[in-house]
Nanobody, 125 residues
C-alpha cells in the first residue's frame, strides 16, 4: 500500500524559509512523477493549487506564483521528495500536500489520486 507522509511545515515570518519533505513508501504504478499542491485557507480540497512537480526523468515544473522562490528535488534512493521554500509570502500560507502525478495538458502536473495528509505552512507578516 502506498503511503505519502509530509513533514517540515510550521510558522515563519514573511521573507523566511522552510523546507518540506515527503517520504514515500510503496510503489506507485503509472505515475509520471511526484509533486506538491497546496490548499489555501477557505479553499475547498478540490481546489488545491498546483505548486511544483518533478518527473521521473528529473524535469521540474513550478507554478508561476512560486518561480524564483521555491525549488523541488528528490532523492530516489531514499524515496524522498522535497520542497525548498524561500522568500515566503503571506499568500503562501496553506496546507501543503505531497502527491503522485499523472500527465495533463501542462505536463506531469495532475494529481493521480494519491495524497499525503498535508502539512501546514503559516506565513505571518
Amino acid at each position: 500500500q502506498v503511503q505519502l507522509v509530509e513533514s517540515g511545515g510550521g510558522s515563519v515570518q514573511a521573507g523566511g524559509s522552510l523546507k518540506l519533505s515527503c517520504a514515500r513508501s510503496g510503489f506507485i504504478d503509472g505515475s509520471c512523477g511526484m509533486g506538491w499542491f497546496r490548499q489555501a485557507p477557505g479553499k475547498e480540497l478540490v481546489d488545491r493549487e498546483f505548486v511544483s512537480s518533478i518527473s521521473v526523468d528529473g524535469t521540474t515544473i513550478l507554478a508561476n506564483s512560486v518561480k524564483g522562490r521555491f525549488t523541488t528535488s528528490q532523492d530516489n534512493a531514499k524515496n524522498m521528495l522535497y520542497l525548498q521554500m524561500n522568500s515566503l509570502k503571506t499568500e503562501d500560507t496553506a496546507v501543503y500536500y505531497c502527491a503522485a502525478l499523472d500527465y495533463g495538458l501542462g505536463g506531469c502536473t495532475n494529481g493521480l489520486g494519491i495524497w499525503g495528509q498535508g502539512t501546514l505552512v503559516n506565513v505571518s507578516s
